[in-house]
């Protein structure tokens, strides 16, 4: 695996994965842009969690919901008033930085003396954070007196109180930007199904326990992005909204913590670097009743790739209209503006009640960086020599075949190999490449470094001119093994097989 996120940032730069977003112009922070192979890679990623958890079940239906999100949406939903992080600014470098990231970097010395001056617990960092937010002015003070460092310069900082700062951008539809006007940028794909619950449910007529599917951008005004894509303003989410009885919940919540571990492992990560962590109560949100966040090994840390989080009745119950006769648990805003009961009938009694709602909440950027950073390999071969190879698993890998002419210049075998990329491509694994750039050597090293699983040459034998004068290899072809560097010869109408075996799913 990767051992530092620069190897990882270095490779997507020169192979095509993955760029800073405007670069030309200084770059635009906090978005990146996925190059010839990441969009490839990320499309992958992508179509096996939709195909497993869409196409493969029978209580899954998708969707796909608009990105601009009334604001009346994310008021209920209760994004307004809480979809906030604590920040503070250091008044003598004018740099800005997300409180408990800020607290992390700290020494150890620094840390104790504002656990003491705050009177929170040592150690426990999130009961710091909630004693400073609840005494700002203090805390400001104290950030200053125990030498909080900044991280940028290294150097103790001047510190303002801490405040929240709402993360949900604005935008103005129509021509006029009045407050009237404004709508957000969603920053979870989720409220879109929550509000699509009733659609969902009378055009498909589902019963309970179901799922609602869905891939797609969200956007986050994040503090301080950084680490590569793992931390954003732009990503894209794919999530899932599993509907269920109330008392059904947690069991449902415990089945899909360990499915969603079962499917990053056949993408390729290992159990090792997955490690599930169960959020103690007092990090919770206010309307989890349980979250178990499935953090993965990064370069730069463990850190969160997936939460699992057991809801309640909080969202639907929020964005329902009737909501004093439908006995909601959670505690939700009056909703004045709704115009569908989110609720669902029990067939048997029908009597009405809100589901409680089980969420995977997976970020599609994350799951692109475990997979590059797992995959990333460094092997020193019998000559001496270093290669780089991407060991993703051959189904997610960007481009499944090159196709490589063995000389360019003889329009025999850059026919053939030209018509055996076509073939091939129809047979719909993915994406076939015709590589006629430098030499084969420098052909493999490529195409080891972006994790293409094969690599089919066609030479003289392949069009029956071998050096010992037979046509015996004619239509044969060597396919070189990424991981193994081993090569075969098989007969052109071998390779079917051969790839749909190891490409299918
Ligand atoms: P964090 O604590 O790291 O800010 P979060 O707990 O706020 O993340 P959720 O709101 O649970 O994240 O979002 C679900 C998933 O969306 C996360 O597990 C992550 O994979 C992805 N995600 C969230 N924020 C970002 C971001 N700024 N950039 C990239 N992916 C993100």
């Known amino acids: 695996p990767a051992s530092t996120l620069d190897e990882l940032v270095a490779l997507c730069k020169r192979r095509g994965f993955i760029f800073q977003g405007s670069e030309i112009y200084g770059g635009l922070q906090g978005t990146y842009d996925y190059g010839p192979l990441g969009v490839e890679l990320k499309n992958n990623l992508k179509q096996a969690w939709w195909r497993r958890n869409v196409y493969e079940r029978d209580d899954m239906e998708g969707l796909d919901a608009s990105v601009l999100t ?4 994310l008021h209920y939903s209760g994004h307004e008033a809480t979809f906030a992080d604590p920040m503070a600014d250091n008044r003598l470098t004018q740099k800005r930085y997300r409180l408990d990231h800020l607290l ?17 617990e040592e150690g426990d960092l999130h009961a710091l954070v909630q004693a400073m937010m609840r005494a700002p002015e203090r805390a400001g003070g104290a950030m200053t007196a125990a030498g909080v460092l900044d991280p940028a310069s290294g150097e103790p900082g001047d510190w303002t109180p801490p405040r929240y700062f709402n993360m949900m951008f604005k935008t103005y539809v129509g021509p006029v930007e009045e407050e009237a006007a404004l709508a957000y940028l969603r920053p979870e794909t989720a409220q879109g199904i929550f509000v699509n619950f009733k659609n969902v449910l009378d055009s498909t007529s589902r019963k309970l326990p179901f799922g609602i599917a869905q891939i797609g951008k969200a956007f986050r005004n994040e503090i301080t992005p950084r680490n590569f894509i793992f931390r954003v303003r732009e990503f894209e989410q794919m999530e899932i909204e599993y509907f269920v009885r109330p008392g059904e919940d947690e069991g449902w919540h415990r089945y899909w913590v360990e499915e969603r571990l079962r499917w990053w492992q056949e993408m390729g990560l290992s159990r090792e670097n997955l490690v599930p962590y169960q959020q103690p109560p007092e ?7 349980a979250t178990v966040d499935l953090l993965y ?4 840390g463990l850190e969160e790739l997936e939460g699992i989080a057991n809801r309640t009745d909080f969202d639907l119950g929020s964005h329902t209209k009737d909501q004093e006769e439908l006995g909601i648990s ?10 569908a009961r989110l609720a669902y009938r029990d067939p048997d009694t029908g ?3 809100v589901p ?23 092997e020193e071969l019998p000559s001496g020599e270093e290669r780089i190879v991407l060991k993703l698993k051959p189904q997610l890998a960007p481009i499944k075949a090159a196709v490589i002419p063995l000389a360019r210049n003889r329009p025999e075998i850059t026919g053939y190999a030209k018509a055996l990329k076509a073939r091939l491509q129809a047979l719909g694994l993915g994406r076939i490449l015709y590589e006629d750039t430098g030499n084969i050597g420098k052909a493999y090293r490529r195409h080891d470094e972006v994790g293409t699983p094969f690599a089919i040459t066609v030479d003289y034998d392949t069009i029956g001119q071998s050096k010992d004068g037979t046509t015996r290899l004619k239509d044969t072809v060597t396919v070189r093994d990424r991981d193994t560097m081993e090569q075969i010869r098989l007969h052109v109408d071998e390779l079917e097989g051969f790839l749909r075996e190891r490409l299918s799913w």
């Not at 992390?104 to 929170?120: C, D, F, I, S, W």
């Not at 990090?283 to 009743?289: I, N, T, V, W």
């Open 330 to 339: 959670a505690r939700v805003l009056k909703n004045a503006h709704s115009t």
């Open 356 to 378: 409680y709602v089980i969420e995977p909440s997976a970020g599609v950027d994350r799951g692109v960086l475990a997979l590059l950073a797992e995959a990333f390999t460094r």
């Open 70 to 73: 009334h604001r009346l949406v």
């Open 283 to 289: 990090e919770l949100a206010h309307y989890a009743k």
């Open 297 to 300: 090994r990064f370069p730069h």
């Open 351 to 353: 009597k009405w009640f």
């Open 104 to 120: 992390k970097e700290q020494p150890e010395g620094v840390l104790r003396r504002l656990y003491r001056t705050m009177e929170a």
